[in-house]
């Protein structure tokens, strides 16, 4: 059930921050190992970039890759919030004194983490290359030519195999590793926090609310260069082999990004990525803390 919950809670926050995650993509992928000031800036800001996309693209664009988004969210987020939800109830989250371990909390979440977004990695890399297609005169980043998410998976398997499919997959890994265990660690040292200060009543809604804020915005700011790579990892054209074109692998994806395009091309579409990772984190949170709730009140 743990598993279950997990999932769900994590498709609910997915269908209301999927908009923010195609303006996320398109905007790291924007001017992609081009130096400030050199290319056209199709999207100024997330505001700029929803405008913009709803007038060229449609309205529907902004919905672009829901599918595989919430096949990810359910994979890889029951598995992540489901193991930890386990490894909690089981105490591997507290010393012998009871008192939380943010140490052991950040581990588990970060192991969670890798396992959900590795088995999840070639939905990962599908979404991605869906929600950067583009009218031409706002494309950015490779143009990949997918009807859809099973086709998508299809033509890649048949290309290029199993290794074709897992493409990214240990480039993407360090992103989840970092924002998993900050997630979860921050969520519940908050939590536990406040349920010490005694600010809110005992298994309040508001103490999963304030400690799924804070969470959202550590992170972002530990997060974001990691997610920007990854993007581009997942969305470079590959030769006959499968094997990319632009990237040998993350550690030169990074330094060619941070060469190019300076510190701040590290932190591309970083206001999308609160706005979208903010209340994807408030809301998967929030729902999964309620869910348990609601389970262990009724179901036991």
Same mark, same amino acid.
């Given at each position: 059930?743990?598993?279950?919950?997990?999932?769900?809670?994590?498709?609910?926050?997915?269908?209301?921050?999927?908009?923010?995650?195609?303006?996320?993509?398109?905007?790291?992928?924007?001017?992609?190992?081009?130096?400030?000031?050199?290319?056209?800036?199709?999207?100024?800001?997330?505001?700029?970039?929803?405008?913009?996309?709803?007038?060229?693209?449609?309205?529907?664009?902004?919905?672009?890759?829901?599918?595989?988004?919430?096949?990810?969210?359910?994979?890889?987020?029951?598995?992540?919030?489901?193991?930890?939800?386990?490894?909690?109830?089981?105490?591997? $989250?507290?010393?012998?004194?009871?008192?939380?371990? /943010?140490?052991?909390?950040?581990? =588990?979440?970060?192991? *969670?983490? &890798?396992? #959900?977004?590795?088995?999840?990695?070639?939905?990962?890399?599908?979404?991605?290359?869906?929600?950067?297609?583009?009218?031409?005169?706002?494309?950015?980043?490779?143009?990949?030519?997918?009807?859809?998410?099973?086709?998508?998976?299809?033509?890649?398997?048949?290309?290029?195999?199993?290794?074709?499919?897992?493409?990214?997959?240990?480039?993407?890994?360090?992103?989840?590793?970092?924002?998993?265990?900050?997630?979860?660690?921050?969520?519940?040292?908050?939590?536990? $926090?406040?349920?010490?200060?005694?600010?809110?009543? /005992?298994?309040?809604?508001?103490? =999963?609310?304030?400690? *799924?804020? &804070?969470? #959202?915005?550590?992170?972002?700011?530990?997060?974001?260069?990691?997610?920007?790579?990854?993007?581009?990892?997942?969305?470079?054209?590959?030769?006959?082999?499968?094997?990319?074109?632009?990237?040998?692998?993350?550690?030169?994806?990074?330094?060619?990004?941070?060469?190019?395009?300076?510190?701040?091309?590290?932190?591309?579409?970083?206001?999308?990525?609160?706005?979208?990772?903010?209340?994807?984190?408030?809301?998967?949170?929030?729902?999964?803390?309620?869910?348990?709730?609601?389970?262990?009140?009724?179901?036991?």
């Amino acid at each position: 059930m743990d598993f279950l919950m997990s999932g769900l809670a994590a498709c609910g926050a997915c269908v209301f921050t999927n908009p923010l995650e195609v303006v996320k993509t398109r905007m790291q992928l924007q001017g992609e190992l081009q130096a400030p000031g050199t290319y056209q800036r199709h999207y100024r800001n997330v505001f700029h970039a929803f405008i913009t996309i709803g007038k060229v693209d449609g309205l529907a664009a902004l919905q672009k890759g829901l599918a595989p988004a919430l096949l990810y969210q359910f994979l890889m987020n029951g598995i992540r919030l489901g193991t930890y939800g386990l490894a909690e109830a089981g105490g591997y $989250l507290h010393t012998a004194e009871g008192t939380h371990s /943010p140490a052991r909390s950040a581990a =588990a979440g970060a192991l *969670a983490g &890798v396992m #959900g977004a590795y088995l999840g990695s070639p939905i990962y890399m599908v979404k991605t290359h869906l929600q950067a297609q583009a009218a031409s005169e706002i494309a950015v980043g490779h143009q990949y030519k997918h009807q859809g998410m099973f086709q998508a998976l299809t033509e890649i398997g048949q290309k290029h195999g199993l290794v074709g499919l897992w493409r990214g997959a240990l480039g993407g890994l360090p992103r989840v590793i970092i924002g998993s265990s900050t997630q979860l660690c921050t969520f519940s040292s908050t939590k536990d $926090l406040m349920s010490q200060w005694e600010i809110f009543p /005992p298994q309040s809604w508001k103490v =999963a609310l304030v400690a *799924a804020m &804070v969470s #959202g915005i550590a992170v972002v700011l530990a997060m974001t260069p990691f997610d920007v790579v990854s993007t581009r990892l997942y969305n470079q054209p590959t030769d006959a082999q499968g094997k990319g074109l632009m990237y040998r692998g993350l550690l030169d994806a990074l330094l060619q990004t941070a060469r190019t395009e300076g510190f701040f091309g590290m932190y591309k579409g970083i206001g999308a990525s609160y706005f979208r990772l903010g209340p994807h984190t408030i809301l998967s949170l929030f729902f999964w803390d309620q869910l348990r709730s609601l389970y262990y009140t009724y179901a036991k």
